[in-house]
């Protein structure tokens, strides 16, 4: 690649126009000048496709939520019995089907019992299946694009025991609201900022879609990944 | 507004100027055009909420290479553990010949590189920059670069071979 320029060189050229000493390159150089034209060919026809304009949306879409005054305190679909709820996490298997393999899981669960539908004042426990991934963060998403963090409460995704159905933390509380909730799974500890910001990213895209956060598409970047929608009745 | 004190037009006008770069550079990396549209709007929100520093690069290239580089690695990590088969794109014009080798290598190290030293890889055997534009791009001095460089060929040699595509 020496003898010609980079990738990096044709894209400023591309984009904000060359170095000189691209440029003079470009002059006495007919393969450079046929890979800048074929990039060019490429941008154009990206920005005919209806995914560019569409992104561009969602990005916009995000932006100007971020911009927008803080909306809280804001209705929450789950109201977490915080602090000393979830300051100590039990985490002890339960039941005898432990599992290694397979796709990761997250459940909750009234009683030992695996529900997806619950009224307000319920209780409900959170419950995952790691699959063999050794770390985890769950989240709440309601219809308004509303993200709530469940567990854990620290800035990084937690240790999670082996086993098909871990309970974490104590029951919480079920508010009014239907909830999608999504657990993240990993072999090491991640920033739950960075899961967050791709979950809050998917739901803009939801909507920006027309569509309801609460049937969101798992971005890959929070792979691997399981979710499980409630309904709540009144 | 579009958000970070950008009106949907100037907005509109980064977009229109560096979305394809981004989205050619991340397919290179990803293989797959669904992972590298969500690579851009991964890469423009974090242009929006770090506008200043965006702005002041002298080559706004070199912060849409260095951004774009870790969000690609980022998602190849999250998905190595789903996806270990990745579709091949060949069509990148941008890239020299040994770039699917180049790409194939990297993925099959991602393990056993540090981030940084992916970044380099990344940009050295993916992408053929030179050590001064890799300096520019990492915001690293060349004397760091040179030895960086150096130590990443002799892992890269101990991990089985360097592609073809190394400058």
Known sequence: ?234 | MAGAGLSREELKRLYERYAPVVFRRARTLLGRDADAWDAVQEVFEKMLSAHDSFRGEAQPMTWIYRITTNVALNMLRARKVREPVLTVVDDEPSVGVGSVEARDLLRKWIDSLTEREQQVATLLFLDGLTQEEIADVLGLSRKTIGRELAELREKAASLGAVPRGDP
């Open chain 1, 1 to 234: 690649m020496s003898d010609h320029l980079s990738a990096f060189a044709l894209d400023e050229v591309a984009t904000d126009g060359g170095s000189p000493e691209a440029m003079a390159h470009l002059a006495e150089c007919q393969p450079c000048r046929e890979r800048l034209e074929a990039v060019r060919q490429q941008h154009q026809t990206l920005k005919g496709t209806r995914e560019f304009q569409a992104r561009f949306e969602a990005i916009a879409a995000t932006t100007a939520k971020a911009a927008a005054p803080n909306p809280w305190p804001r209705r929450l679909a789950i109201v977490l019995p915080l602090a000393a709820a979830l300051a100590v996490f039990i985490l002890s298997p339960i039941g005898d089907d432990t599992r290694l393999k397979g796709a990761p899981t997250v459940e909750l669960l009234a009683g030992e019992r695996p529900t997806t539908q619950a009224k307000p004042g319920d209780r409900l426990t959170l419950a995952v299946g790691g699959a063999g991934h050794t770390h985890a963060a769950v989240f709440a998403i309601d219809a308004e694009a509303q993200l709530t963090v469940l567990w854990p409460p620290g800035d990084s995704t937690a240790a999670i025991a082996p086993g098909a159905r871990v309970p974490l933390g104590q029951p919480f509380e079920v508010t009014a609201g239907d909830v999608v909730v999504i657990a993240s799974f990993g072999d090491r500890a991640r920033p739950v900022a960075e899961l967050r910001e791709a979950l809050e990213r998917a739901a803009a895209k939801a909507i920006a879609a027309g569509t309801t956060p609460l049937e969101l598409g798992l971005p890959s970047t929070i792979e691997p990944a399981a979710k499980v929608r409630l309904e709540v009745g009144r």
